[in-house]
């Protein structure tokens, strides 16, 4: 039976209307909120170009494996699906945000599709709603309007979970399952640790269902070695630097250390060593669960989050406790077990990073929560309240679009326009009235200039392959010290030094605190330029020297 | 025996009774009887405990308002004055044409001035959700701790597992589920009011003991029928774990 016959016609109605709906909240304006373009949406916007123009990256490395970009060795698959994308696009802000977009779109068909794989609920009309709560989640539409890779992540692993799913059903889809969980790990870092755990964990659910005639099929045993196959060039940076190196940094090693110093005159040291990290990734994993962090705050990270805008509505929290209740409930029934092991998997990844709620990190845990929700949804309305709850919640949804509205387009670029590199815009504006003279953008505050320059002066990829150290293809895997100095067209990236600078001819370019008002008039320099955000804010200061 | 002595445990045997202990002993002693009171109404259900459960549970949260800081949901200081005054200027005009007339959206001033409804709702929230964070109680509010209030050790986190399961358990038990509606007065109470006490939010504490108390139960008849030396190994292997992990609560609070 095909899909379309499959799907009652009221139900593909509504399903389209809220696709078109996500498509609304994802691409309106998608260019121009979140204002300003952010330094990991330059890296790969440009590093794609790059590629189309000379099927190198920004160092002139053919086709990497992973992007060296800031020296944190970016995965490539964003910046490769968005080659197609500039291609027709052109180089352009919106188009290196579309992959993204395009993925929170799947996600919304994704997610009905996969709770209707999931017969854990009573109401039929559950994977619409499913849909819909996902279509308008806050969590979801924010990774979606930004060229963030974590939302491709995402959109990969709910592939691979329905895939999964129907594998269940016909062992042929395990194959594209574990291809497309393989590809995964080239769409995000946290991916690499969530494919390696989850792929055995639910080979272990399969086995203990269908024992181990599972195993002994042919396809299982291809699927496998397709997975390992596609793993090969992770195989071989994983020898190389590029591939700890973005781990490391994020790894709390140093609270540890802390922690079990404090413990060290009571404790053996191996011993407080390791009750110091099960407290450490204890805390942290159950604070991806707790209601404060899901339904209240506006994360700690203040450039992957919105004013006053928790990740899901704050009503929900009461869906998200029922469903909670329901599924350790059904603990035996498997496809709890499942979305146990998506919850716990997903978990785990942001759970081993010192930040105290990675929203981008955690994004895969989207999907089984935004389940667990759809199913206290389905408990309320099976409960016989079904009016009073339907009177309820179409309440409390206008006021949380009205909130959502004020926070998203009103608070947002305004208050974060600067979190998120507004400026540079205007800043190569000035640059293109003075094409004669030299501009110096000071780099002891602001993170690495050159990216949001190149990528909004469209210099071409050739010239500044030319222009970077050539050492760097060659050690490219094991070279990770990155210098923000650059020097492209008329523009210098590096600290400014004034008793120096202020001698030659140049614009000296920096935030409000790199020139103050005193050293201008001491070494002479004239405020030519001032860029500020929406709130009046200074991003940059542009001073002529009088040489 | 077995009872008692896990009660005594579970009811002593944690930072957070010793802390409120410490500052006020008849605080401490109303927290133990409600403690006590509301394990008595699960485990043994008669109506004179349940009176004695409310009078004390009432008393705790008494103690508990009085011990709060409480502030206007919609009073503003002078930062909340400078992001109002702020977010006025950042809407954009709005209006809408009808019948050749236009015809404004004060939206600015509804959402931003009008009753201060988007600050009361944001505290309301805040003050709920501190509540409802599980960090809160077993981690200290770590690693999202609360900026202006004072964070302390209540339980050992080796205790949330248990504390899940018992919770899980007593709400499964439709007699018992009556008994745990109680605790959304005080949710409600100090939802409105807010959290900033010294003692935390005692008046949740009895919930949290009985629902440990329920999980460490359930944990000791589920390895009932295991072999002796299997079960006298897992039980000493979690006394030596829980034993470290107390340590380590101890040391982080007073070292």
Redesign the interface.
Known sequence: MSFFKALKKFELFFLILIINLGIFLRFYNLSTIPLGLYTDEALFGYNAYSILQTGKDEYGKPFPVFFRSLGDYQMPLYSYLSVPVIYFFGLSIFSARVVAAISGVLGILLIYLILKQLPIYKNKKIPLIGAFLFAITPWSIYFSRAGFETNLGLCMLMVAVYLFLLAKKSLFFFLPACIILSLSTYSYSAERLIAYLLLPLLVTLFISREKFKFLKQKITLCSIFIFILIQIPNFYISATPAFKVRPMALFYKQAIDN?AE??SG??LKP?SVT??FV?EF???F??Y?????L???DT?ERDRSMP?QPLFF?WL?IPYLVGS?SI??NWRNCHIQFLFILMFVFAVVPSLTKD??ASSRALPLLLPLSIVITIGVDKLISSGYRKIIFMFSTVLLIISA??FW?SYF??YP??RAKIHQYGYGQLVEEIKKRPDDKFIIDQSRLKPSYIELVFLMKYPPKLLQQQVDQSIKENYYTNINFNPEYRFANVETRNIQLGIDSFTKAVLVGDEYAISPEQAARHKLTKIFEIKD??GNIIFQGYETSR | MLNWALLIFVLFGNLWFWYVFNIDRYTGLILSLASFFFWLVINHPKKRYFIFLVISFFLLIVQQWEATEKSLLNFRDNDDIRIQT??M????PLNFSFNGKTYWIP?AYW?EQKYDW?LAL?RL??N???N????QY??AG???ERWGYKEFEKFP?IL?PFFLIGL?NL??QKLINRNLLLFLIPLFIFTYTGNKNVYGPISFYPLFMVSIYQGVILLLKSVKNFRPRIKYLILLLLFFIGS??F??SI??EF?
Not at chain 2, 132 to 135: A, C, G, S, T, W
């Open positions: 922690q404090k413990m009571f404790i011993v009750l110091a407290r204890s805390s942290q159950s604070a669960f707790s209601p404060r962090n339904f209240f705050n700690s006053e704050f929290v209740m350790f409930k105290p709620f009205v909130l004020r009103i608070l305004n208050e929406p709130i | 702020q977010r200027r950042e809407y954009p939206a959402l988007t944001k929230e805040d709920l959700f501190q409802l964070d599980i960090n077993f981690f770590h690693p999202l986190f949330l899980f709400s499964c470290l992990i340590i380590q040391i982080y070292f």
